[in-house]
């Protein structure tokens, strides 16, 4: 295992950034009751992945962009892939309080709404730019950062603790937009997405049905969008190519589906544009 950490600390708390190869830390009860920690961390991996679990067995996986919360005082195992990742400490009384309660599951999406895509944003900037910061130009940033963070995790809280329905709908388009992202994967399942999103299957199939949309019709639909604009770019590649390159697993059914939906073969679409 390697690493390489760099840190700047604040009034109000951290800014990290880590690289490095694939490993696994325990983060134990005892640890916890010690205060070592007692933070809420705001994470996002430019590159990698990082799984939490529960000492109970409970899971959940954090993938390469998003923007999510979790709680360092919870005793868990932490499974990082090889990659880097950019991180806030926030004091754990203080971001809790923001947050109105305790963070529901092993971690939090936080880039639902387009305060939480602002405060990706400055941290990928204030990455990019740190080294060339003086350091009281570097303090300000960082207490300006840290203030958005936490008026980010007051504006979440208040949709989790007053309306189901926001927090439904907030599910519902970030469960999109990662089909948008990840639709070529070709075990994308409502498994890997409500896993991906950290909620249970359950509450992911309940915030579709509040749509009239079921995940994999939703799943579907984005492939065959995609598999139409790859046909009508006439990239040179084949209609079985550019299936498997759409997520479906092989030409036949693409078939059957794209013809169903379009009225017409993928090869008869083609020609139309040849």
């Known amino acids: 295992m390697f690493a390489i ?44 992945e990082l799984g939490l679990e529960s000492l109970g067995g409970a ?20 499974h990082w892939s090889s990659g880097r990742e950019i991180y806030l400490l926030l004091p754990r009384a203080k971001a809790l309080e923001a947050l109105g309660g305790s963070i529901p599951g092993l971690f939090l999406p936080l880039d639902t709404i387009p305060l939480g895509v ?29 203030t958005l963070a936490l008026l980010l995790l007051q504006r979440i809280g208040r949709d989790l603790n007053g309306s189901r329905v926001a927090d439904a709908n907030a ?9 948008q992202s990840h639709y070529n994967m070709i075990d994308l399942s409502p498994e890997a997405i409500a896993r991906a999103l950290g909620c249970s ?12 949309a079921t995940i994999m019709d939703t799943v579907r639909e984005v492939r065959l969008a995609m ?5 009508e770019a006439a990239t040179g590649r084949s209609i079985s190519v550019i299936a498997y390159d759409c997520g479906f697993k092989d030409a036949s059914s693409f078939g059957r589906l794209f013809r169903s939906r379009f009225g017409v073969s993928p090869s008869e679409w083609r020609d139309q544009f040849s």
Do not use: C, N, W
């Open 118 to 146: 602002m405060v990706r944003e400055q941290m990928l900037g204030l990455d990019r730019h740190a080294e060339h910061l003086e350091p009281k130009e570097m303090a300000t940033a960082l207490d300006a950062l840290h």
């Open 5 to 48: 950490k760099r840190s700047v600390s604040g009034e109000m708390g951290v800014f990290a950034s880590q690289e490095g190869s694939e490993h696994r830390t325990v983060f134990s009860r005892a640890a916890s009751l010690s205060g070592a920690g007692d933070a809420v961390v705001i994470s996002m991996r430019p590159v990698g």
């Open 59 to 78: 899971q959940s996986i954090s993938p390469h962009g998003r923007l999510a919360a979790y709680d360092a005082t919870r005793p868990m195992r932490y």
């Open 227 to 231: 598999s139409r604009k790859l046909i």
């Open 171 to 179: 599910l519902f388009l970030a469960a999109k937009r990662y089909i």
């Open 201 to 212: 299957r359950a509450t992911l199939y309940r915030a579709f049905t509040q749509h009239d």
